[in-house]
């Protein structure tokens, strides 16, 4: 079994920065994708980052504000978040493709989430 743990959410003015993480733990050979979604009250979920095999990639309404990272050492995929705009408030999820053995074998799954609110 594989555990996601996000992190580093909190309350931030419009212009502020943050950064979340996610670290994985548990029976990981290795780790094909960490992604990052948003979940606004009353709104679908939304993709807002991906990284795996070596690319990247965002949301149209992020791009060149967020930039995501990976740790591969700690399992952990982080989320850099910039010029912060109220729109930008949500619950955010990470989420991971991986790789439970040698074999191929593969666990897929959601952190709890942390909440990011952007506000004066």
């Known amino acids: 079994q594989v555990q996601l743990v996000e992190s580093g959410g909190g309350l931030v003015q419009p212009g502020g920065s943050l950064r979340l993480s996610c670290a994985a733990s548990?029976?990981?050979?290795?780790?094909?994708?960490m992604d990052w979604y948003r979940q606004a009250p009353g709104k679908q979920r939304e993709l807002v980052a991906v990284?795996?095999?070596?690319?990247?990639n965002y949301a149209d309404s992020v791009k060149g504000r967020f930039t995501i990272s990976r740790d591969n050492a700690k399992n952990t995929v982080y989320l850099q978040m910039s010029s912060l705009i109220p729109e930008d408030t949500a619950v955010y999820y990470c989420?991971?493709?991986?790789?439970?053995?040698?074999?191929?074998?593969?666990?897929?799954?959601w952190g709890q989430g942390t909440q990011v609110t952007v506000s004066s």
């Open positions: 989420n991971a493709d991986v790789q439970i053995d040698p074999y191929g074998s593969t666990w897929g799954g």
């Open positions: 990284s795996g095999y070596g690319r990247t």
């Open positions: 548990g029976r990981i050979f290795s780790i094909n994708t």
